[in-house]
């Protein structure tokens, strides 16, 4: 009789911890952490834990069903990439696709930068025009060439 008392038990407390187990509660914050690093796949550019669309809500739920099915942070993440590419995490995930979307904005503020220095050394090795000593009579002198050569003209066409 105790034997059966003892085996029931058992049979109960395996029951009750394998019931818990699977009911296991994830917690909203382990949710957010995954979400803000996933973006949302209707609206352009805006993070998976601040949307509030239904395709959101349940990828939202899809994370909490996965994590309490006892998958890590990359896995999920992952297995998003994998159905849906890239554009979900917004940083691609091949490294050399990585490096280029670092190396070409780098490469361009590097040209940029030359070509504005080599335009400005440029600019700066140009002769400088000559201002003469004393520009009120310079004025004065062009002034008289001027209407001499004006003169000339008016002559010549009479």
């Known amino acids: 009789m105790v034997w059966r008392v003892i085996a029931a038990s058992l049979i109960l407390l395996t029951a009750v911890l394998g019931a818990r187990a699977q009911d296991a509660v994830v917690s909203d914050n382990a949710v957010i952490a995954i979400a803000e690093k996933l973006y949302c796949p209707v609206c352009e550019n805006i993070p998976l834990d601040e949307c ?16 309490a099915s006892g998958r890590d942070e990359t896995e999920i993440i992952d297995s998003f990439v994998g159905r849906f590419g890239d554009q979900v995490v917004g ?6 696709l990585r490096w280029l979307t670092i190396l070409i904005p780098s490469l361009a ?4 930068l ?5 335009t400005f050394r440029r600019f700066g090795s140009h002769q400088r025009l000559r201002v003469e000593s004393d520009p009120v009579n310079a004025g004065e002198r062009s002034d008289d060439d001027y209407r001499r050569r004006l003169e000339q003209d008016l002559l010549a066409r009479r």
């Open 109 to 112: 503020v590097v040209l940029a």
């Open 91 to 96: 940083v691609p995930q091949d490294p050399v």
């Open 52 to 67: 509030q669309t239904t395709a959101c809500l349940e990828w939202k739920e899809e994370i909490r069903q996965q994590l």
């Open 114 to 118: 030359g070509l504005g220095i080599h």
